[in-house]
């Protein structure tokens, strides 16, 4: 997966730097072309001529340091590169890149780079756990940045503990995987829908469901990494949009079935997760409901079937939708799989402990229209999507 590639290796102050030296070896035993940036402090653990020497390429230490006066070094390089792997990442450089900071040629060049970033973080294990490390992670993780989680064991601080800079041999198979991986969806356009709707009542007051949109978003979020060109519609939720991902917002049922129909015909796999709202106030009001005595009685009327829509619409697509239950749940999945004109249905028993709305795990069936069942046992929303997009790959192979 990695020969023909063009990575960029950043190197950056930690005693680990070391083992960046054996991963330059293994990189180039991969087939890949690899150019070397190290920070100034770096450059105190292991010497820029060993990388020359590994990489056969010039060794980059300062953003001044211009190889060739009729370009701008940091910009040529973070174009250059496919690949960019920083190892070991510091607690410093995640920060930087975290919050902007561009301040040496290897953050300034990390910032100009389109290219896939592989971060590989070596520090003390009380550092790897520190909430503003964790927070710099969480945050780079949201923007499509890949961590390879450093190892445990002893570490050169004296402590042992999680911290350890992965071996060059695992990193290197880790990338391979997840550059496989990225290839899963490759050219495919897929459709997702996430998140609740809200049916106006009045100014201060609609009708909603207990929706996170989570499970929606980790779906764009994992088809996007590996490949595909999303789009994700979404009612009202407060989610960052994934990496690479076009976000399209809506807020009534009315507004998602314009856009879900608008997107559909140009799609290849459609998936709607979103819990759309089966029922609107037939009047709204303009101004605020005064409170009155005794009931209050608000009639409703259907809202648009938008996953019968798309299931009477469809023709080479394939369709997917979720049943959300609470009773007979497997039962009265495979009614709405044929009811919708189906490919697949995910079922989920929201009353199951760690399965419901809001939950950052689900425990789900997929069932496909041929009766094939597969149970995806608990596990984060990000896993369950994984599993589900294995499933999907399979079945539009077959069809």
């Keep these: 997966m990695l020969n023909g590639l063009r990575i960029v290796l950043g190197v950056s102050g930690g005693i680990a730097a070391y083992k960046a030296c054996a991963l330059t070896s293994k990189l180039i035993q991969q087939g890949a072309e690899v150019k070397v940036i190290m920070t100034e402090n770096a450059q105190e653990f292991v010497t820029p001529l060993t990388f020359q020497a590994l990489s056969r390429n010039p060794v980059y230490t300062d953003t001044f340091d211009e190889k060739d006066t009729s370009k701008i070094a940091h910009i040529d390089l973070a174009d250059w590169a496919d690949l960019f792997i920083i190892a070991p990442?510091?607690?410093?450089?995640?920060?930087?890149?975290?919050?902007?900071?561009?301040?040496?040629?290897?953050?300034?060049?990390?910032?100009?780079?389109?290219?896939?970033?592989?971060?590989?973080?070596?520090?003390?294990?009380?550092?790897?756990g520190h909430p503003a490390v964790k927070r710099n992670m969480q945050t780079l993780e949201q923007w499509g940045y890949r961590f390879i989680e450093p190892g445990e064991g002893y570490l050169a601080c004296g402590y042992v503990g999680k911290g350890r800079l992965e071996e060059p041999e695992t990193i290197v198979n880790a990338i391979e995987k997840d550059q496989e991986k990225m290839q899963l969806l490759a050219g495919k356009k897929i459709l997702i829908s996430a998140g609740p709707t809200q049916e106006k009542i009045d100014p201060v007051r609609f009708f909603t469901n207990h929706?996170?949109?989570?499970?929606?978003?980790?779906?764009?979020?994992?088809?996007?990494?590996?490949?595909?060109?999303?789009?994700?519609?979404?009612?009202?939720?407060?989610?960052?949009?994934?990496?690479?991902?076009?976000?399209?917002?809506?807020?009534?049922?009315?507004?998602?079935?314009?856009?879900?129909?608008?997107?559909?015909?140009?799609?290849?796999?459609?998936?709607?997760?979103?819990?759309?709202?089966?029922?609107?106030p037939v009047v709204t009001y303009d101004d605020k409901m005064k409170k009155k005595d005794g009931p209050m009685q608000?009639?409703?009327?259907?809202?648009?079937?938008?996953?019968?829509?798309?299931?009477?619409?469809?023709?080479?697509?394939?369709?997917?939708g979720f049943a959300a239950e609470t009773n007979n749940p497997i039962a009265s999945g495979k009614q709405k799989l044929r009811n919708k004109n189906l490919d697949a249905i995910i079922i989920n028993d929201i009353k199951a402990t760690g399965a419901g709305f809001g939950s950052d795990t689900n425990d789900v069936v997929y069932l496909h229209q041929s009766g094939e069942r597969s149970h995806f046992t608990l596990a984060t929303k990000q896993e369950i999507a994984k599993q589900i997009f294995v499933q999907i790959n399979k079945d539009t192979k077959v069809d």
């Excluded at 510091?90 to 389109?114: P, Q």
């Excluded at 789009?231 to 807020?251: E, N």
């Excluded at 608000?298 to 997917?320: A, H, M, N, P």
């Design 89 to 128: 990442a510091t607690a410093n450089i995640i920060g930087k890149i975290a919050n902007g900071i561009a301040d040496d040629m290897l953050s300034t060049t990390i910032l100009a780079t389109e290219a896939d970033i592989y971060i590989a973080p070596a520090m003390n294990v009380h550092m790897y």
């Design 211 to 280: 929706s996170s949109g989570k499970m929606g978003f980790a779906l764009a979020e994992i088809a996007s990494k590996w490949g595909a060109d999303v789009t994700l519609v979404t009612g009202p939720v407060s989610f960052q949009t994934p990496a690479k991902v076009k976000r399209i917002d809506v807020t009534t049922a009315e507004e998602m079935y314009d856009q879900m129909i608008a997107q559909f015909e140009k799609s290849d796999i459609v998936i709607k997760s979103a819990a759309v709202a089966d029922y609107r």
């Design 298 to 320: 608000i009639e409703l009327e259907r809202t648009k079937d938008i996953l019968k829509e798309l299931g009477e619409r469809k023709t080479s697509q394939f369709l997917v």
